[in-house]
């Protein structure tokens, strides 16, 4: 059943995608300063925030006919965030504290207040789409995310290739990325498959 909230999200997508600039205003009101603080908490780090943020909003307007946003506004800013500062910290390892490093999938779900919100929102959806596997494909997926078994085994205990397992992991992956539309890439679906279980 289609809510309110989701009649509106509708409405400043189908907006941006008509290169309306009122409607990057509004998520920029609306969303920077708690979008700021989630990064912050994050990153610990005011200059690299703020680029963050101007980065992100600028690939919002830049991919506004494009745009295909399949969870709520909110989460998907949330987590386009929370990418782009893990994405800043793997780029930065070698001049970035160890101490941000540490704990920083932990300190993800205490980012921001809607973190857990978010998080269940993107797990329900990246389990939709694993349900709309093929069942061999869905069957060496969950071995691989929920049982955490390397290729090999999972081919010596289902009697196949390594090959084809990782063959299906591409395929899971891909139908997930197909999934959360615009805000993933290959390394988000990792990112939330192996560390926001």
């Not at 969870?71 to 965030?81: G, H, N, Q, R």
């Not at 049982?147 to 196949?160: C, F, N, R, V, W």
Request: include cysteine.
């Amino acid at each position: 059943m289609v809510n309110s909230k989701q009649i509106k999200d509708a409405a400043i997508i189908e907006r941006l995608a008509n290169s309306d600039a009122t409607a990057l205003n509004l998520l920029y009101e609306t969303y920077w300063e708690r979008l700021f603080i989630s990064a912050y908490n994050l990153l610990k780090n005011k200059e690299a925030c703020e680029d963050i943020l101007q980065e992100l909003f600028i690939s919002l307007w830049n991919k506004r006919e494009k745009l295909q946003i399949n969870i709520s506004i909110k989460s998907y800013l949330y987590a386009s965030v929370t990418y782009k500062v893990y994405d800043y910290l793997r780029k930065n390892s070698k001049v970035i504290q160890l101490e941000l490093l540490e704990d920083f999938d932990k300190r993800i779900h205490f980012s921001n207040p809607e973190s857990k919100m978010i998080h269940e929102e993107l797990v329900q959806l990246i389990n939709e789409a694993i349900q709309t596997l093929p069942e061999k494909c869905r069957k060496v997926f969950v071995m691989s995310r929920e049982e955490q078994l390397s290729h090999k085994e999972i081919a010596e205990k289902l009697q196949i290739s390594s090959k084809t397992v990782e063959a299906h992991i591409t395929k899971a992956l891909k139908t997930i990325k197909l999934s959360l539309g615009s805000l993933a890439t290959l390394e988000l679906v990792y990112y939330i498959v192996y560390n926001f279980n």
